[in-house]
């Protein structure tokens, strides 16, 4: 039996997403005004907000832009490498979402990010059975993400240094926020203090990128692996 798809859970799923999207712009913005600052137009700046919808990427492979390490292989390895967490998304939204059937679900998919899974998950997990809530959630996050990104690129050259306003701490502080939201109990600490130690013994020989990569990596394996499967109708 497949699952509700309707203009109402669209709806639902809007008004979470619309709560959600002026933190989404002013992450959009920050990315945007590091973009400029490695040298981007608003097209490719656009372009890469487009395609690769990531904002921990997308700083990931302007670090290699500014190093002038960037190659198409680099940056294709660092993108997936710091989109890894999306299996971990995907395999946990799965039963819900594929009941929606596969066109659906994967559409649904192109428009998942951090935020929008973890309020999806919530409102699953509250008894939410109309699968358009994550499309829904999505629509807002993708316009303040692209509004927030060409704003940011347009103005970056009046505002030439982005850590006089704060902007190269958009990453961290969003990260530490998704951790707050996901973290329920002491067990669900133990990936993080993971994390941490991974990032912390990793970043002073290689670098703070693969100090993220390293943490994202352990952490997320050690949540995989001490997970207890929920049920999601």
Known sequence: MTAP????????????????????????????????????????????????FSGSAQLAALSLIQ???????????????????????????????????PLRAFSSLLLIGDANWIATMRAAEKGEADRAFLIGTGVPLVGAWLGGTLVGVIFGAVLPDPRAFGADLALPAFAAAMMAAMVRSRAALVPVAVGAAAALAVGPFAGPGWGIVAAGLAGGAVAALTARPGVIR
């Not at 203009?7 to 989404?24: D, E, N, Y």
């Not at 945007?32 to 981007?40: D, E, I, M, S």
């Open 5 to 52: 798809f309707s203009a109402a859970g669209f709806r639902r799923g809007a008004r979470v997403g619309l709560a959600l999207s002026a933190a989404i712009f002013i992450y959009g913005l920050a990315f945007g005004l590091v973009a400029a600052q490695a040298g981007l137009s608003w097209a490719w700046a656009l372009a890469m907000s487009v395609t690769v």
């Open 67 to 101: 190093a002038g390490e960037a190659t198409l292989m680099t940056l294709a390895a660092t993108v997936l490498v710091m989109n890894a967490r999306y299996l971990l998304f995907g395999a946990a939204i799965q039963p819900w979402l594929s009941q929606a059937g």
